[in-house]
C-alpha cells in the first residue's frame, strides 16, 4: 500500500530556510508524479511544486526563485528545499503521488490529480 511520510517542517524566522522530505513506499516510485502542496487555516489546498518521473519540475509563481523541488529516486525521498520563507508561507505542507500515466504535466499542480497523500509536516514563519 502507498505510504507517503513527510518530516521537517518547524517553526522559522522570515528569510529563514527549511527542508521537507516526504518519504515514499508501496509503489514504483520512478513510474510516479509527485507533488508538495499546502494549506494554511481557511484557505484551500494549493500546489506548490510537483516532478515528474523524469525530473520536469513545475512551481507556483509564488514560490519561484525560492523553493526547490527534488527527488532521490534511489532512496524513495522527495524533497522540498524552502528558502527565503516569508510568513505566508506558513501553512500545513502535504506531500502527494499519483501515476505519471494521464496526468499531464499542466495539471501537476492541481490537488485533485493525487489520490496519495501524506499527514502532512506544519511550516510557521514567524515576521
Known amino acids: 500500500q502507498v505510504q507517503l511520510v513527510e518530516s521537517g517542517g518547524g517553526s522559522v524566522q522570515a528569510g529563514g530556510s527549511l527542508r521537507l522530505s516526504c518519504t515514499a513506499s508501496?509503489?514504483?516510485?520512478?513510474?510516479?508524479?509527485m507533488g508538495w502542496f499546502r494549506q494554511a487555516p481557511g484557505k484551500e489546498r494549493e500546489g506548490v511544486a510537483a516532478?515528474?518521473?523524469?525530473?520536469?519540475?513545475t512551481y507556483t509563481d509564488s514560490v519561484k526563485g525560492r523553493f526547490t523541488i527534488s527527488s532521490d529516486n534511489a532512496k524513495n525521498i522527495l524533497y522540498l528545499q524552502m528558502n527565503s520563507l516569508k510568513p505566508d508561507d506558513t501553512a500545513m505542507y502535504y506531500c502527494?503521488?499519483?501515476?505519471?500515466?494521464?496526468?499531464?504535466?499542466?495539471?501537476?499542480?492541481?490537488?485533485?490529480?493525487?489520490?496519495?497523500w501524506g499527514q502532512g509536516t506544519q511550516v510557521t514563519v514567524s515576521s
Open positions: 502527494a503521488a499519483d501515476s505519471c500515466l494521464g496526468l499531464p504535466y499542466t495539471g501537476r499542480l492541481t490537488p485533485s490529480a493525487y489520490n496519495y
Open positions: 508501496g509503489f514504483t516510485y520512478i513510474t510516479y508524479c
Open positions: 516532478i515528474g518521473n523524469i525530473g520536469p519540475t
